[in-house]
């Protein structure tokens, strides 16, 4: 049983799905701190000048967790995110699809940032064909020591290999997962080149990029670098 943990990132980019697809479960870092200018309420995606961010507004004080995080809805946010997605892919081949999805989602109300990215995150990975499950690490009993926290994760959904990121190596105590009989193995992820509707090709864009452009063969473009 292998598991991938990681934040609960808002739309977020291709490797992520790819590490998801490889898990057989994944749960979502979302009781550890909150961190600006990262990715949990930001990503790119494509447009005819190059990309541009779009970016939920938050109510963050330090050091708030990332559950805790609430959605500055003073701005009008939604409509702009829901109108940026409309002009720049309407054209997409398979942006139709997934429209209405969008749409009820910005049309919907959201106190915190978890929520939506939950949402959107359990979508795309129906939407995606890659159907994992994916567990709140919220939910479960966890220490607070880094590493002690992946393992105790590895023990509730009972995996014995842990999948990281390929910066993992930089924080992870080795040991400790050894003493708790848990395999650890890196993400190797090699972004793959598919059609846009600009060109040139322009890399590490939410993962909409690829799903409104090749629909229901995403799966299969993430999968084509990455496996032998």
């Known amino acids: 049983m292998i598991v991938a943990i990681h934040q609960p990132q808002y739309l977020p980019w291709i490797g992520y799905f790819d590490k998801l697809d490889r898990a057989d479960v994944f749960v979502l870092l979302d009781n550890v701190q909150y961190k600006k200018n990262e990715w949990q309420n930001r990503n790119r995606i494509r447009t005819s000048q190059g990309w541009q961010w779009i970016t939920v507004p938050v109510l963050y004080h330090y050091?708030?967790?990332?559950?805790?995080?609430?959605?500055?809805?003073?701005?009008?946010?939604?409509?702009?995110h829901l109108n940026a997605l409309v002009y720049n892919y309407s054209k997409a081949p398979f942006f139709k699809e997934h429209r209405l999805f969008f749409e009820e989602t910005f049309s919907s109300h959201w106190e915190n940032l978890v929520e939506i990215n939950v949402h959107i995150i359990q979508y795309l990975n129906r939407a995606l064909g890659v159907n994992k499950e994916i567990v709140l690490a919220s939910r479960l009993a966890l220490r607070e020591e880094p590493t002690e926290r992946l393992v105790d994760i590895c023990k509730h959904v009972q995996a014995d290999t842990y999948l990281s990121g390929k910066d993992g190596a930089k924080y992870i105590n080795f040991d400790t997962f050894a003493q708790a009989n848990i395999q650890v193995t890196f993400q190797d992820f090699h972004h793959p080149t598919y059609s846009q509707l600009h060109e040139p090709f322009e890399p590490f864009m939410s993962i909409v990029d690829l799903l409104f452009n090749h629909g229901c063969h995403s799966l299969e473009i993430i999968r084509s670098q990455n496996r032998p």
């Open 63 to 80: 050091p708030e967790k990332i559950n805790a995080v609430k959605i500055n809805n003073t701005t009008d946010w939604r409509r702009k």
